[in-house]
């Protein structure tokens, strides 16, 4: 089974900080992305990255950046957080070769908090 | 206007019912249309998934795409208790991008 591990469930920063958000998958998946989930208005992707090294930004990048060193992880990194940041981020990760339908497979969600 | 607009609920059922959830969409290129579950504090997970307009059925569950109205609905039959969850539309276009534009979910609860 595919597995995509976000490495904090929960965290808890103040305005200002910087965060990391860390996303590790175990299926050797090119693409990997990072949505925020907030009440109202589903999933909006914030950055997604095709393969190693590569990044691209999704609607909602602003205020945001990532890395992706290693094909198996996908770093979100928040350089100075705001109130309005407070949400669900989720990370996914598929396939497209193979004949694979793109199905996306999320982690569990990290669920942050900026006071 | 959103690009996809879905009723959020919440929606409340009782057990053994017939569930229709839906979602509309502005954009007639769509070509893959899924449904996601999410359970409370997890990620969603893939439901079902179809191809252009028809229809798909997995046991309890059928997914029906009519392109025409750009309209796509998620039938649960002898709905369960552990069917309750916040069931998200997707949809994207074919070709190699396949970036996914989801609807804001329905929150469903199916009471025993």
């Known amino acids: 089974d595919v597995k995509v591990t976000q490495s904090s469930r929960y965290l808890v920063k103040r305005t200002g900080e910087k965060v990391f958000l860390e996303c590790v998958q175990d299926?050797?998946?090119?693409?990997m992305f990072w949505y925020r989930q907030d009440p109202g208005l589903g999933l909006r992707l914030i950055y997604f990255s095709y393969d190693v090294k590569m990044k691209e930004k999704g609607d909602i990048p602003e205020g945001y950046s990532v890395s992706r060193e290693k094909k198996e992880r996908f770093s979100l990194i928040l350089e100075s957080a705001s109130t309005n940041q407070t949400s669900m981020y989720l990370c996914?990760?598929?396939?497209?070769?193979?004949?694979?339908?793109?199905?996306?497979?999320f982690g569990e969600g990290s669920r942050l908090t900026v006071l | 206007q959103k690009e996809v607009e879905q009723d959020p609920g919440p929606l409340s059922v009782p057990e053994g019912a017939i569930v229709s959830l839906n979602c509309t969409y502005s954009n007639s290129a769509f070509q893959y249309f899924m449904w996601y579950r999410q359970y409370s504090r997890k990620g969603p997970e893939l439901l079902m998934y179809?191809?252009?307009?028809g229809n798909k059925e997995d046991g309890r569950f059928t997914a029906q795409v009519d392109k025409s109205s750009k309209y796509i609905s998620l039938f649960i039959r002898d709905s369960q208790p552990s069917d309750s969850a916040t069931y998200l539309c997707a949809m994207c276009f074919s070709g190699s991008a396949r970036q996914l534009t989801f609807g804001s979910g329905t929150q469903l609860t199916v009471l025993p």
């Open positions: 179809t191809y252009s307009s």
């Open positions: 996914a990760s598929r396939t497209l070769t193979g004949g694979n339908t793109g199905e996306l497979f």
């Open positions: 299926m050797d998946h090119e693409n």
